[in-house]
């Protein structure tokens, strides 16, 4: 079964930025696409972006041209790169793993998950 841990999150001012980190095991990582996701306090888990296993990205349009997805395959693990953070990122954030190559912008066609990294964003 493929474990996920992600790192990184913490407290940052408006216009800051952050780099999460997910580590995975118990798989062979090269072969996955992994996501990110996000939920805030009271709302629904939210996609932020995925990468796939060629390394192609996609990204939800509230981040897209501030948050950068990227794999190191020797290490196991993927990075969300965010900048210019606003508070509506204030968020847990996710990793996950999906074998598969339809609709993985869909929370559901993930079946592993990180325990989740609280990234908070002060004004």
């Known amino acids: 079964q493929v474990q996920l841990v992600e790192s990184g999150g913490g407290l940052v001012q408006a216009g800051g930025s952050l780099r999460l980190s997910c580590a995975a095991s118990?798989?062979?990582?090269?072969?996955?696409?992994m996501g990110w996701f996000r939920q805030a306090p009271g709302k629904e888990r939210e996609f932020v972006g995925f990468?796939?296993?060629?390394?192609?990205?996609n990204y939800a349009d509230s981040v897209k041209g501030r948050f950068t997805i990227s794999r190191d395959n020797a290490k196991n693990t993927v990075y969300l790169q965010m900048n210019s953070l606003k508070p509506e990122d204030t968020a847990v954030y996710y990793c996950a793993v999906t074998t598969r190559v339809l609709r993985i912008d869909l929370s559901r066609n993930y079946n592993y998950w990180g325990q989740g990294t609280q990234v908070t964003v002060s004004s």
């Open positions: 118990g798989g062979t990582f090269s072969t996955y696409t």
């Open positions: 990468i796939t296993r060629g390394s192609l990205t």
